[in-house]
């Protein structure tokens, strides 16, 4: 199973079954060989990203013989592909679906190696080079289709289960939904190094949602009674934040 991506120079990668990738210029009518994978995979998906790229998500490691997480970019102006990062899931069959927002639902899959097919989904923000969980699927399904509808919502349609029978049933994913999970801190950066009294700190934390909706609210302990609300800066689901603090007497940041 191959995929065909339409670039913006006009051309269509060919991707799939072989470690190779093929060029088809509609105006000679001509196929050419670019650069290579860098995984041999069939069955990826892959979608056309705002900046000209080819992203590519999964699929089936032919040296391997297993279901990859593997992602890769494809760059139209030197001809090459360059790993990118890789997904919380190996998924071979998913869907990559480019939603409003710029990012990219993943969902679905199987691996063929142990017959498990996924009802997992996650996000991939192109921006930050990241992969987050989000709702899943009520149903695991692989080679399905999956459309953006004019209401930003993702139409789920048909493929298979795990015993290989095909599906009927069909479900909307909602990226404005609130699913009220709690947010997931990332990095937290504050002085580790002592601080002169009378002076003042500042501290900064990362922050992951899956609902990307969700606004956010922080408040910072400092480890000697008081506590002050923090500044947030975040944008479809990440966010950071910050505050700085006098220090009047010895504290310990929490």
């Excluded at 921006?127 to 692989?142: D, E, H, K, P, Q």
């Amino acid at each position: 199973e191959h995929t065909a991506t339409l670039l913006q120079n006009g051309k269509v990668l060919i991707i799939g079954s072989s470690n190779t990738a093929e060029l088809y210029d509609q105006n000679t009518g001509t196929f050419s060989l670019t650069g290579n994978p860098v995984f041999p995979i069939y069955g990826a998906s892959t979608n056309l990203l705002p900046n000209g790229k080819v992203v590519v998500f999964g699929g089936w490691d032919i040296n391997l013989w297993q279901a990859t997480s593997s992602v890769e970019l494809y760059d139209q102006n030197t001809g090459t592909f360059s790993l990118t990062g890789n997904m919380n899931y190996a998924r071979t069959f998913p869907t990559s679906t480019l939603l409003s927002n710029g990012k990219i639902l993943i969902a679905g899959g199987i691996d063929p190696s142990t017959g498990i097919v996924l009802n997992s989904a996650e996000i991939y923000d192109p921006v930050t080079n990241s992969f987050s969980l989000t709702g899943s699927m009520n149903y695991a399904r692989y080679y399905y289709t999956a459309t953006l509808l004019q209401n930003n919502k993702v139409l789920v349609a048909g493929g298979y289960d795990a015993n290989g029978s095909a599906l009927q049933s069909a479900e909307l994913y909602d990226p404005n939904a609130i699913s009220n999970s709690a947010p997931v801190v990332g990095s937290i950066s504050a002085p580790t190094a002592p601080v002169q009294v009378n002076s003042s700190i500042t501290a900064n934390a990362t922050f992951t949602d899956v609902d990307t909706a969700d606004t956010h609210t922080a408040v910072w302990d400092w480890g000697d009674g008081t506590t002050s609300t923090g500044t947030v800066t975040e944008t479809n689901g990440s966010g950071s934040v910050s505050n700085t603090q006098p220090i009047h007497q010895q504290e310990f940041i929490q």
